[in-house]
């Protein structure tokens, strides 16, 4: 099983570029989220989408937007990217209430 | 404002003995518990969780402690062995409709010295 799968592992942006991240999971999964981790801030949560067509807003959106495109895949957004938006990113899945997650391997980004 | 702390960036411990990791918490609505492990250049994992309804729960060499009263939890790994040396997350969760989003702590650091 492939489980929850982010494409880039790597990439470099220059500042002002745009980029999308991409998610999926083949768990059907009701529910998806963008998680940014930063040395001594452990893991800060984005953006989330609770079930398909819905998206909302976590500890730390601004710089960003999410597409909920289907039950399988969840995209994260950066328009214009910034030095501060370097980080390594992780999506996740759950099934629901007390399950737990499910992640990605990571996006590690460098804003240059 | 950092609702789930774990204090201690790094701990060392010696092959065998007992690894203690700690975790504190400051919203009396979390009701749910996880502790996750990482090595480096993966995902977090999910290791163990525990309720609030319970304050103890074993898997293998893994055993978490939950203390309501001082919002703190423990995780616990006898013996310790070289595999378990990564970084580890505590998270919380609180009861509510539609997504569970969990608020992790800053991770602790376990190494394990043979």
């Known amino acids: 099983n492939a489980g929850v799968t982010q494409t880039p592992k790597f990439q470099v942006l220059k500042t002002g570029q745009s980029m999308t991240l991409q998610c999926a999971q083949d768990?059907?999964?009701?529910?998806m989220y963008w998680y940014r981790q930063d040395p001594g801030m452990g893991l800060r949560l984005i953006y989330y989408?609770?079930?398909?067509?819905?998206?909302d807003k976590g500890e730390v959106p601004n710089g960003y937007n999410v597409s909920r495109l289907n039950k399988r895949e969840f995209s994260l957004r950066l328009e214009s990217a910034a030095p501060s938006q370097t980080s390594v990113y992780f999506c996740a899945s759950s099934e629901g209430q007390n399950y737990g997650y499910t992640f990605g391997s990571g996006t590690r980004l460098t804003v240059v | 404002d950092q609702q789930v702390k774990q204090n201690s960036p790094s701990l060392s411990v010696q092959e065998g003995r007992i690894s203690i990791l700690n975790c504190d918490y400051t919203?009396?609505?979390?009701?749910?518990f996880l502790w996750y492990k990482k090595y480096p250049a993966e995902g977090p994992t999910f290791l163990i969780s525990?309720?609030?309804?319970?304050d103890k729960n074993e898997d293998g060499r893994f055993t978490v402690f939950l203390n309501k009263s001082a919002k703190h939890l423990s995780l616990h790994i006898v013996p310790s062995q070289p595999g378990d040396s990564a970084v580890y997350f505590c998270a919380a969760s609180a009861v509510g409709r539609g997504a569970q989003k969990l608020v992790f702590g800053q991770g602790t650091r376990l190494t394990i010295n043979p």
């Open positions: 768990m059907n999964h009701n529910s």
């Open positions: 919203n009396s609505m979390f009701d749910y």
């Open positions: 989408s609770a079930s398909e067509g819905t998206t």
């Open positions: 525990i309720s609030s309804i319970k």
